[in-house]
């Protein structure tokens, strides 16, 4: 009686490992799930940033209501811009920098920003292998759009893989929200 | 018996053995397809599988001055500039040249500048058989990465199992420091070429 008790709780016992294990992760996993979510981190804003492919330093940010660096201004609007230097860190010429950088808080009509070398104001070129180079984004807005005097803007960045699961060749792959740097906005009548 | 057992435990070792060792040798998909590497130097043809391409001159200059629409832009950079020289020449038939990279003596590379805009002499080069062309490669490169460096020119950008030259710059003059032994203060792309010079 009592042996083949235990003999069918042992049966059990094996056959249901796999199913009390799983059981439990995912109990675990929607324990941690249910926790708050972590802010992403406030980056220092005086100091570079290792942002995935780029290296990041904010200069200054600010409203102009003038053409900036070659980026024409509409009349009725003006333009919320930002000054940052960029060094590329990987092994190639590279112009993916047009998601690093998004003001939080602000509605933008049409989403991505102007992007210039201030050297010059070539239009969205290539930055070269550890190559530090100053870039404006010029995000044009409507005259009446409130800025605020202190901005943040959320930093994304991307991790890098060796090879990547569809052709094993190396890349820079899933973006994911690195941090965010506050920036004092001024107010200039025409920089640049 | 226990000799056929201890065999057949000897076949499986050696085939997990073989199969690991086929698994972790195995080319990436990224080598299997990758440019032909066609190597040269300085001064010589190249003969690439669509072009033949040969390194005239190089050139190095803290400033670049172009001629736009009237106006002429004086460019500068952080490194130096590269103004590469070379004749190109299509093989059978008329085809395009348009990539270039400088790749330094560690393996970074530097394409291309994209600064200077549209300009007939600058990639993509339009090439024909048994006609030589002069077409000019314009590089934004630190002053470290010129040393060991050389120089990879292919038809297209992404060419996969296509004809890639790479080109030796080991007769580029550098002193001590690893600087280029003569840099011009500036450098005209749209003056004439000195006579007795190509």
């Known amino acids: 009686m009592f042996k ?19 059981l439990f992760v995912a109990g675990l996993m929607g324990a941690f799930g249910a926790l708050p979510a972590h802010a992403p981190p406030s980056l220092p804003a005086d100091a570079a940033t290792d942002a995935g492919r780029w290296r990041i330093e904010p200069v200054r940010a600010y409203v102009s209501h003038a053409n900036v660096y070659g980026v ?8 919320l811009v930002l000054e940052v230097d960029i060094t590329n860190r990987t092994a190639q010429s590279d112009k993916a920098y047009f998601d690093v950088f998004k003001p939080e808080g602000i509605a ?60 094993g060749v190396p890349g820079w792959y ?10 004092a906005v001024g107010d200039h009548g025409g920089a640049g | ?11 499986l070792a050696a085939t997990v053995a073989l199969s690991y060792g086929m698994q972790v040798t195995k080319p990436h ?16 043809w190249v003969r690439a599988r669509s072009f033949d391409v040969r390194l005239d001159k190089i050139v ?45 003596p560690t393996g970074l590379r530097y394409r291309v500048t994209e600064r200077l805009g549209y300009r007939s002499d600058l990639p993509p080069h339009d090439v024909d058989p048994g006609l030589e062309k002069r ?24 060419a996969p199992l296509d004809a890639q030259a790479r080109i030796r710059l080991d007769a580029v003059p550098v002193g001590a420091d690893g600087q280029p032994a003569d840099i011009l203060p500036e450098y005209d792309l749209d003056a004439p070429p000195a006579p007795g010079k190509t």
């Open chain 1, 4 to 22: 083949t008790a235990r003999s069918r709780f042992k049966a059990w016992l094996t056959a249901g490992a796999g199913t009390i294990a799983a």
């Open chain 1, 72 to 79: 024409p201004i509409k009349s009725g609007q003006k333009a």
């Open chain 1, 108 to 167: 933008f009509p049409d989403g991505k920003p102007m992007i210039t070398l201030t050297r010059d104001s070539t239009l969205t070129p290539e930055l070269h292998p550890g190559m530090a180079e100053r870039m404006a984004y010029v995000w044009p807005l409507a005259a009446d759009v409130a800025v605020p005097s202190s901005l943040s803007f959320a930093i994304t960045a991307e991790i890098f893989k060796p090879r990547d699961n569809l052709y």
């Open chain 1, 174 to 183: 899933n973006p994911y929200r690195l941090g965010t740097i506050t920036l």
């Open chain 2, 1 to 11: 018996m226990r000799v056929r057992a201890i065999g057949n435990l000897a076949i």
């Open chain 2, 29 to 44: 998909y990224a080598d299997l397809t990758a440019p032909v590497p066609i190597d040269g130097a300085m001064h010589d």
């Open chain 2, 60 to 104: 190095f200059a803290h400033t670049l001055k172009s001629d736009r629409f009237g106006t002429s832009k004086i460019l500068t950079t952080s490194g130096v500039w590269a103004v590469v020289t070379t004749s190109l020449t299509a093989t059978s038939t008329s085809t395009t040249v348009a990539d270039g990279i400088w790749q330094g």
């Open chain 2, 135 to 158: 077409g000019l490669y314009v590089f934004e490169v630190p002053a470290d990465q010129i040393r060991g460096a050389s120089l990879l020119i292919a038809a297209r950008r992404f």
